[in-house]
């Protein structure tokens, strides 16, 4: 059973960079399938952050203007996001997630419980 | 961007009742359609993909239809452990996008 769990600072300085881990375990991240990152801002919607497939492409999403990057550590079978120059409207649960072999029609699953991060001084 | 309108943004049913979700793209995405439940502290999990296609151990009280603009997931039956937010998202192209949101609570 593949299982995600995201780790990382609660509370981050504005102006700084959020630094969030995603562990996996039950699945090999070297062996395919994109994994990304989705955020949840309080008392709003679902956000996609970006994506990342092994030996192949990352996307990001254009709103978070170049702030972003996402990176694999296959030798700790995990993955990373990094946010750059934070302000608060980067408060949010944080969510890391699986998504299919292919990109067109794929879908997030399973995801992981979520981590909150704070942007505060 | 493929902006996903869902409605209504929020509903009170009560257990037993027939409750149906919309969601509208800005443009055809085929059936490159999903459909999430999220619960306070859980990790959100997949309903339907590809606009009708139940996931793995997800209840048979669920069903989704559309395709191209509009979709539709449906309760058959509400159950107690249903009152969730629930959210669309389109997996045709990037970004990916998401509704906004309809939150099911208990009448």
């Known amino acids: 059973q593949v299982q995600l769990q995201e780790s990382g600072p609660g509370l981050v300085k504005p102006s700084e960079t959020l630094s969030l881990t995603c562990a996996v375990t039950g699945y090999s991240i070297s062996s395919g399938y994109y994994w990304g990152w989705i955020r949840q801002s309080p008392g709003k919607g679902l956000e996609w952050i970006g994506s990342?497939?092994?030996?192949?492409?990352?996307d990001y999403n254009p709103s978070l203007n170049n702030r972003v990057t996402i990176s694999l550590d296959t030798s700790r079978n995990q993955f990373s996001l990094r946010l750059t120059s934070v302000t608060a409207a980067d408060t949010a649960t944080y969510y890391c997630?699986?998504?299919?072999?292919?990109?067109?029609?794929?879908?997030?699953?399973?995801w992981g419980q979520g981590a909150l991060v704070t942007v505060s001084p | 961007d493929i902006r996903m309108t869902q409605s209504p943004s929020s509903l009170s049913a009560s257990v037993g009742d027939r409750v149906t979700i919309t969601c509208r793209a800005s443009q055809s995405i085929s059936t490159y359609l999903n459909w999430y439940q999220l619960k306070l502290g859980k990790a959100p999990k997949v309903l339907i993909s590809g606009a009708t296609t139940l996931q793995s151990g997800v209840p048979s009280r669920f069903s989704g239809r559309g395709s191209g603009t509009d979709f539709t997931l449906t309760i058959s039956s509400l159950q107690s452990e249903d009152f969730a937010t629930y959210y669309c998202q389109q997996s045709y192209s990037t970004p990916r996008t998401f509704g906004q949101g309809t939150k099911v609570e208990i009448k």
């Open positions: 990342i497939y092994y030996g192949g492409p990352v």
């Open positions: 997630a699986r998504l299919g072999v292919e990109w067109l029609g794929n879908y997030f699953d399973p």
